[in-house]
């Protein structure tokens, strides 16, 4: 079941992505060699809270932390540990919910930490924009087919795997409504896109293989190879004349 929203749920929507955006931004100011995941997940739900959310991870499906923060061949669903420490030259991707009057927030992105390898670097590039090419395709009257396809197509024009075992997700009263919005797929196939939809889109993206392993603590996605991955996650609302982006990554980028 698909559920439409009003234009007051969308505005509900978009305050609980715009405090995702904030958080994301604050937790962003304190990436530097040094800290621990554990720290940065403090900041984040300390954050969260102090602006009359609640984290909308913790505790979701037996979730321990506020936020996912995976670290260069994590994928994403990292648990944050005092055991990981940054250090220059990672990357360190962010994922973050909020549930505030009734409706979710859920946005990520990944930083990266000082100097990094040019190679990785176009990873976080090529990711982030096939995040903006999917959500291009996001406008009623297209199907969910037109942004995977879009995704998957500037992503492995430049070589990279596209992570095929998770994917985005509608996004309202809960943080995973249907439809499912996968990151590879066929133009034109899958479910019609109507105005008032709200979806994830989110994008996982690999230097190497796309191949992942599930790690036993029931949690982390890293990749096979070993090599990095990156992800970016968008909320957007679906509208007659195109997407209407509920996540602001320019309030993160103007603190980097
Ligand atoms: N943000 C993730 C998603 O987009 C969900 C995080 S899993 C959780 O699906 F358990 F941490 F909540
Ligand atoms: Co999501």
């Known amino acids: ?47 969260i809270r102090s602006h009359g959310a609640t984290p ?16 260069n061949d994590q994928v994403v669903h990292g648990i944050p540990s005092d055991k990981v420490v940054i250090k220059e030259g990672d990357i360190v991707s962010v994922d973050l919910g909020t549930f505030m009057k009734g409706f979710v927030g859920d946005s990520a992105y990944t930083f990266a930490v000082g100097e990094v390898a040019p190679e990785v670097r176009q990873l976080l590039d090529v990711t982030k924009e096939a995040l903006y090419r999917g959500t291009a395709q996001a406008k009623a009257g297209n199907r969910v087919g037109d942004i995977s396809a879009a995704v998957q197509d500037y992503a492995e024009s430049f070589g990279y795997g596209v ?39 989110e994008p996982m993206i690999t230097m190497g293989g796309r191949a992942v392993v599930f790690e036993r603590d029931g949690w982390t996605v890293r990749t096979r190879d070993r090599k990095p991955a990156a992800h970016f996650e968008f909320a957007v609302a679906i509208r007659q004349d195109g997407p209407d982006v509920l996540t602001d990554f320019s309030i993160i980028e103007q603190s980097l």
């Open 163 to 201: 992570v095929r075992e998770l994917e985005g997700h509608g996004l309202g009263r809960k943080m995973h409504e249907a439809p499912g919005v996968p990151n590879f797929g066929m133009r034109g196939r899958g479910p019609m896109l109507k105005q008032g939809m709200v979806i994830c889109i």
């Open 56 to 71: 909308a991870f913790l505790g979701y499906q037996g979730y321990p932390a506020s936020a996912c923060i995976s670290v």
């Open 1 to 47: 079941m698909i559920y439409l929203k009003t234009e007051e749920e969308i505005e509900l929507l978009r305050e609980n992505n715009i405090l995702v955006s904030r958080a994301l931004a604050e937790v962003g100011r304190h990436i530097k060699p040094g800290v621990t995941t554990k720290q940065l997940d403090t900041i984040a739900e300390d954050f």
